[in-house]
């Protein structure tokens, strides 16, 4: 799949696309219609709610903080066609962006390594939702569909096999989409804190690095955080073709 083939145009989700159709180093595919990255649902159309149903999207989970949920509720929420499930990827009520507790790190890859150590119960319950769901098609986001989201996307992909430089080009692809609604994110956002609306691919090396000195491999970190061999090999198995 291209990356127009990839991207699903909404009226009001404009960092919405499949995670299908990367190859992967031992020659397979990600398979299309099973793993959507997307960005707030909290302005969507009736008519985007009816596309994603209609390209096969069951289940979603909503990554973001309770602040932002409060402040821009998710629409899929409201419809019961979906089932929504809720998992604040960052442990704290009030995070607009990112936590207070990352602003010690340079960049965002700092913030995308921060996440990994200190918030692996949240990235199993995700996990465990995908498990839970393995013939679905899931849709998972944040708010704009780049930090939290990118990070749960290239531990997907790299569980699948595929190459690195595809892993960055997938996350590098947030801010091109993002444009139209950067100016609403910077609402919720303060002067300091900006700068992390980027997505330089150097962010998403900086956390492939350390996953690989560190880990070895996303295979290895979903067994550090507590998914079974069997558990991370049906969710790599439902994933590819």
């Known amino acids: ?63 973001r903080s309770d602040f932002e949920k409060k402040a821009m509720a998710s629409r ?3 419809d019961d066609r979906f089932e929504n499930i ?3 990827l960052l442990d704290t009520e009030v995070v607009k962006v990112v936590p207070e507790e990352v602003k010690e790190y340079k960049d965002l890859g700092g ?38 989201t990118g990070i749960i996307s290239a531990l997907l992909l790299d569980l699948a096999g595929c190459h690195d ?35 330089s691919p150097r962010y998403m090396m900086i956390m492939i690095d350390f996953l690989r000195e560190h880990y070895g491999s996303a295979y290895s970190y979903l067994l550090d955080i507590g998914l079974t061999e069997d558990e991370i090999n049906d969710i790599k198995d439902s994933f590819i073709i």
């Open 111 to 148: 913030v995308y390594i921060y996440a990994l150590e200190a918030h692996k119960q949240q990235i199993k319950e995700v996990f465990d939702v995908f498990l839970n769901h393995l013939y679905d098609c899931v849709l998972f986001h944040c708010s704009a569909g780049k930090d939290r």
């Open 165 to 199: 430089y595809d892993i960055v080009k997938d996350y590098s692809e947030s801010y091109s989409n993002n444009m139209e609604i950067i100016e609403q994110l910077e609402e919720n956002m303060d002067e300091a804190t900006r700068a992390y609306l980027n997505s």
């Open 1 to 63: 799949m291209t990356r127009e083939e990839r991207y699903i145009s909404l009226d009001h989700m404009p960092n919405t696309r499949d995670l299908g159709g990367y190859e992967t180093q031992d020659g397979h595919y990600t398979k299309a219609h099973h793993f959507v990255r997307a960005s707030g649902p909290y302005e969507c159309s009736d008519h985007d709610l009816d596309k994603l149903y209609d390209y096969g999207v069951r289940v979603t989970i909503d990554l």
């Open 86 to 88: 809720e998992i604040n």
């Open 76 to 78: 899929f929420s409201e």
